[in-house]
């Protein structure tokens, strides 16, 4: 089995940043894609940013310039970095990854969900 939990969500004010971890444990071979997605209350869930096994990324356009994606390979942790927040930033935020497991069998994986509430 496989889980990923996301930690570092909480209240900040306009301007603020956040740092958001995303721990998978459990039988894992390989960590393919890991990515970042968000769903604000009566909106569909989206793609925030992305990022492969070999560091290459990609970001929402609202996001660029703003949130930066990275992982560490030897903790299979995937971060993300948020400055300039703003209010329509606020969302749950869910981290996932495509992930090989101890049987060889691959399967995408998601996280709790941890709310970020951007307000003053």
């Known amino acids: 089995q496989v889980q990923l939990v996301e930690s570092g969500g909480g209240l900040v004010q306009p301007g603020g940043s956040l740092r958001l971890s995303c721990a998978a444990s459990?039988?894992?071979?390989?960590?393919?894609?890991m990515a970042w997605y968000r769903q604000a209350p009566g909106k569909q869930r989206e793609l925030v940013a992305a990022?492969?096994?070999?560091?290459?990324?990609n970001y929402e356009d609202s996001v660029k310039g703003r949130f930066t994606i990275s992982r560490d390979n030897a903790k299979n942790t995937v971060y993300l970095q948020m400055n300039s927040l703003k209010p329509e930033d606020t969302a749950v935020y869910y981290c996932?990854?495509?992930?090989?497991?101890?049987?060889?069998?691959?399967?995408?994986?998601w996280g709790q969900g941890t709310q970020v509430t951007v307000s003053s």
């Open positions: 459990g039988s894992i071979f390989s960590i393919y894609t």
């Open positions: 990022i492969t096994s070999g560091g290459s990324t």
């Open positions: 996932n990854g495509d992930v090989k497991n101890g049987l060889g069998n691959i399967g995408r994986y």
